[in-house]
């Protein structure tokens, strides 16, 4: 089978590390991938939006499989561009990628599918919105409704923090036009977490969850990121709660997904707050999340490229997949600056050391190799160090020191992963 990856952070490393191991594999792409993912597949200078050289890439190449990473190009209609091509791809159509692109969307079906989330309104008018805030009181939550790079989120502490962030969004349109409409939500309390199942139009296979660290600094301070560190599995989230996310929440998504004639194919990722009422849904992305897909692929036991073929084809009805019971966990480094500004360039030493580190596999996320074969940062998250070990505290301990094999003062990262668990 020939694979086309599409993206190059390091979710996409992961997803081609795991794709490499599969027997069914004969030739592996990704665009525009990075210096880790060029170890494993061959890198094609094509970006991750741009559909229509993916597909001519794709068709050109007789690619048996598209896998796309990111939320973007699922956004802009790569699957259906693919699927006129007669290309087969892992991911959402356009229209079921609403459940990321469109917050108010996702919320009318979640309560069409009867699943439990905040209570919420949608506004066009600022006036009436700040009315409402006024009405509710705080804490409560304001977003955009369309896609702002995952930063479309206020959750605010007092109604003078929602009121201005009303301002912002919606009159200011810092975010641009998916400030347009907001939504004000009730604020869940409890822990988060990320949960990912696997869907084939109808049926849905739990791919597992994992715990996010979104916040910059230790202790869960400082701006919010793409995310800092995961692991998994998270205790808190026990298999009698996982039964009652699919029972509750995917499933019936799926079946109203499908009932709206688009059904939902690729993975669905719930982000879940445990509340003291059970799990509620704040939001759905229509992809795997990073880095919450490095910490799950080094747990994965069965084939990937065999388990996304089948959800590909509406095969997933008694599909078995297979995980490690050890726990993993993955420390992201970032470029000092980031979420903020930060330098590209530098240069980054003793990612061997790391990487002969027992039980630890090194994902690149922006990385680039120089002529002389060194690798320079290339973004703002850079790195996952991820390993897996008999307990948590173990891995957590692993990951670290090959962290400390790392030698790139440039660099940065949490120190304190999994500290809900541990
Ligand atoms: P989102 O972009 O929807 O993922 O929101 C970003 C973050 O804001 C989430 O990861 C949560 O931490 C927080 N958040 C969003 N909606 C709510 C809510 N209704 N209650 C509490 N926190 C929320
Ligand atoms: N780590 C969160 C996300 O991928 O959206």
Not at 11 to 29: I, K, V
Not at 288 to 308: H, I, N, T
Not at 331 to 347: Q, S
């Amino acid at each position: 089978m020939k694979v086309l990856v599409v993206g190059g952070g390091g979710r996409e490393h992961a997803l081609c590390w795991a794709l490499a191991a599969s027997p069914l594999l004969t030739r592996l792409w990704c665009a525009p991938g990075n210096a880790g993912i060029a170890e494993l597949a061959e890198c094609v200078p094509i970006g991750a939006e741009d559909i229509p050289a993916l597909v001519a890439f794709a068709k050109a190449q007789a690619v048996d499989l598209v896998v796309v990473g990111p939320e973007a190009p699922l956004t802009l209609g790569l699957a259906d561009a693919c699927a006129e091509a007669g290309l087969k791809c892992f991911g959402p159509s356009q229209a079921a990628a609403r459940l990321e692109g469109s917050k108010g969307f996702t919320r009318e079906v979640a309560d069409a599918a009867g699943a439990p989330g905040a209570r919420w309104a949608r506004f066009a008018d600022p006036v009436a919105a700040r009315a409402y805030i006024r009405a509710q009181g705080a804490p409560i939550v304001v977003k955009a409704d369309g896609l702002a790079a995952g930063k479309g989120v206020v959750v605010a502490a007092t109604v003078e923090e929602a009121e201005a962030a009303i301002a912002d969004i919606m009159e200011s349109r810092i975010h641009g036009e998916s400030g347009a409409t907001v939504l004000v939500e009730e604020c869940l309390i409890g822990q988060e977490i990320s949960f990912f199942a696997l869907c084939d139009g109808r049926t849905a296979l739990p791919l597992g969850a994992a715990q996010d660290h979104k916040r910059v600094g230790d202790g869960d301070t400082g701006p919010n990121t793409g995310g800092m560190g995961a692991y998994s599995p998270p205790p808190v989230f026990t298999e009698a709660l996982r039964d009652q996310v699919m029972a509750r929440i995917v499933r019936p998504v799926l079946a109203e997904m499908a009932r709206r004639g688009s059904p939902f194919r690729g993975v669905l990722f719930a982000g879940l707050m445990l509340t003291a009422e059970g799990p509620k849904l704040i939001e759905f992305n229509v992809r795997f999340g990073d880095p919450e897909c490095q910490a799950l692929m080094v747990r994965l036991k069965s084939d990937l490229l065999a388990a996304l073929l089948a959800a590909c084809d509406g095969e997933l009805a008694g599909f078995d997949l297979r995980w490690d019971a050890r726990p993993s966990l993955t420390v992201v480094m970032a470029a000092r600056g980031y979420p903020g500004a930060y330098a590209k360039g530098t240069e980054i030493r003793g990612l061997d050391r790391a990487a002969a580190v027992p039980g630890v596999q090194v994902f690149h996320a922006g990385t680039a190799r120089r002529a002389d074969g060194a690798i320079l940062a290339n973004g703002g998250r850079v790195l996952g160090i991820t390993a897996m070990a008999e307990t948590l505290q173990a891995a957590r301990d692993v990951a670290y020191r090959a962290v400390d094999a790392i030698d790139w003062p440039e660099g940065f990262c949490r120190r304190d992963i999994a500290h809900r668990a541990l």
